[in-house]
């Protein structure tokens, strides 16, 4: 079922830029690792991000040598992914998506700054708590991740009082 609010926030050639992105994820600036959809469907969510040159966390990573962190790769993944499975949920804007698991991750080859990251992911199976998506990463043809990510689909106010929960003594 798609979902005619985030149709809505396509531009005139059907893509999504980072600050309708933005929008639908509950991410800040500093931990958003999409900058562009091109292409969203129920099954299938294409993706980018561009590895900025100026990052602190990549300067500290490997000095000298500054590579894009793996998990990171898979969190912008994640993040494409996590905009797929809420364009086919209704009131997706009340629920909070959460990594479950990640199976099988690989990273073939490394990333850099100034390097663009295509994502394509794929929505393998969608129950009403859990979403299974498989993905992959790639810097022009060279594939720099792939992996299957589960995601728990959680009402977000619930969420918020499990953790409150959890504070208590």
């Known amino acids: 079922m798609?979902?005619?609010?985030?149709?809505?926030?396509?531009?005139?050639?059907?893509?999504?830029?980072?600050?309708?992105?933005?929008s639908i994820l509950p991410y800040g600036e500093d931990?958003?690792?999409?900058?562009?959809i091109g292409k969203l469907?129920?099954?299938?969510?294409?993706?980018?991000?561009t590895i900025p040159t100026g990052?602190?966390?990549?300067?500290?990573?490997?000095?000298?040598?500054?590579?894009?962190?793996?998990v990171l790769i898979?969190?912008?993944?994640?993040?494409?992914?996590?905009?797929?499975v809420r364009y086919n949920l209704d009131h997706h804007e009340e629920k909070d998506l959460l990594a479950f698991q990640i199976e099988g991750a690989r990273f073939p080859g490394p990333a850099q700054p100034g390097d663009r990251l295509d994502y394509q992911v794929r929505l393998l199976k969608l129950r009403s708590r859990v979403a299974r998506l498989e993905g992959e990463a790639l810097v022009g043809e060279r594939q720099v991740c792939k992996a299957r990510i589960v995601l728990g689909i959680i009402d977000r106010?619930?969420?918020?009082?499990?953790?409150?929960?959890?504070?208590?003594?």
């Open 55 to 70: 990052s602190a966390f990549l300067r500290a990573h490997f000095e000298g040598l500054p590579l894009m962190p793996g």
């Open 41 to 49: 469907t129920e099954e299938r969510v294409e993706a980018s991000y």
């Open 74 to 84: 898979g969190e912008g993944m994640a993040q494409a992914g996590t905009v797929m």
């Open 2 to 22: 798609a979902n005619p609010a985030i149709d809505g926030l396509r531009d005139t050639h059907g893509r999504f830029d980072r600050a309708a992105v933005r």
């Open 31 to 36: 931990f958003l690792f999409v900058d562009e």
């Open 157 to 169: 106010n619930d969420l918020r009082s499990e953790l409150e929960a959890l504070k208590r003594p």
